[in-house]
């Protein structure tokens, strides 16, 4: 991260939320929160390089785990399929099913008489759509509003609803420096409200915003292309704890392939 000069937020001092109809105090805290600013897709290159360090892991590349391997209460692999259409088993003592929230866990785990996994689900029908923008500064061209914290600069700026309790809970967006010299823009709706992927249409939504902090920053910048949307239908938990009995051994599920949540109210690396 520090080779790339990627932006360091202090999350205590730098950001300036708006929430609940007014602007939150920034207040130094003891032994601050500091995080690094930066895409996924570079959070993901950054993590396989540092992975690739390590003379005993190795990368299947282009292949798809097609179905687990295992005889009794046992998983002791998996069959992959590669690009170009061959099958592998791979053998393991313990496998490790990271496979999110589109995985096929469930009916893979089928084979081991596990005919169904109970879960709960909410639907909210969240949706991001993100938009970069050309940027020659780690801070946002704004003032802090809080009257107070003027001297700190600004490097993430939310704009939360006036009402953020469900189910009023509606239009925001957040607003920060990434890597590459690079603004990226996230504008949120809920209930199959997404915000459009052009520029003109980005700024219209951001104007329905609680505060017009969002769209004046916006207004005042170049997007470096449309912008990418993403939903987020559901927030699933599957009780695999519930199964304790029957699920088979030397098989672990991690991440998504157990819960994804909204990511505005959970933050899944985090969990
Ligand atoms: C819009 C949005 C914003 C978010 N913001 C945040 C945030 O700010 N902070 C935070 O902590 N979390 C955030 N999250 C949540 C976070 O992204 C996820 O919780 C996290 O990525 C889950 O990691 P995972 O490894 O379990 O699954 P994933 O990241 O989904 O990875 C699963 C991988 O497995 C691969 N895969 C699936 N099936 C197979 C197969 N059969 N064979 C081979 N490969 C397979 C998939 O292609 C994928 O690459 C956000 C999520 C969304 C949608």
Known sequence: MKEHNIPLLN????????????WQARRDQPGPMN??????GF??????????KYTNVQFQEQ???????????????????????SEVELSADLLVDCSGKGGNTCSWLKQFGVEAVPEWSVQHGISYTTMLFKRD????????QDGRSVAHRTRVLAVYPDDATPPKYSRHGL???????????????????????????FV????????????????????????TMYMVPTSRFRLF?????????????????????????????IR
């Open 63 to 85: 292949t798809t785990v097609i179905n687990l391997v295992g005889s009794g209460d046992r998983v002791t692999g998996v069959l992959t399929r590669t690009k170009a259409g």
């Open 137 to 144: 500064n780690d801070d946002i061209p704004i003032e802090s």
């Open 175 to 201: 607003f920060w420096p990434v890597e590459h010299d690079q603004y990226q823009c996230s504008l949120i709706g809920v209930g199959k409200d997404p915000a459009p992927t052009d520029y003109e249409g």
């Open 43 to 52: 959070v993901e290159a950054a993590t396989r390089k540092c992975m690739a």
């Open 35 to 40: 995080i690094y600013l930066a895409t996924r």
């Open 204 to 227: 219209r939504f951001s104007e329905t915003l609680a505060h017009p902090a969002m769209a004046n920053l916006l207004k005042g910048l170049k997007p470096i292309g449309p912008g």
């Open 241 to 269: 704890h519930k199964l304790d009995d029957v699920l088979p051994n030397s098989f672990l599920c991690l991440g998504d392939s157990v819960m994804n949540v909204d990511p505005v109210f959970g933050q899944g690396k």
């Open 11 to 22: 999350t205590s001092t730098q950001t300036q939320v708006f929430i609940g109809g007014q």
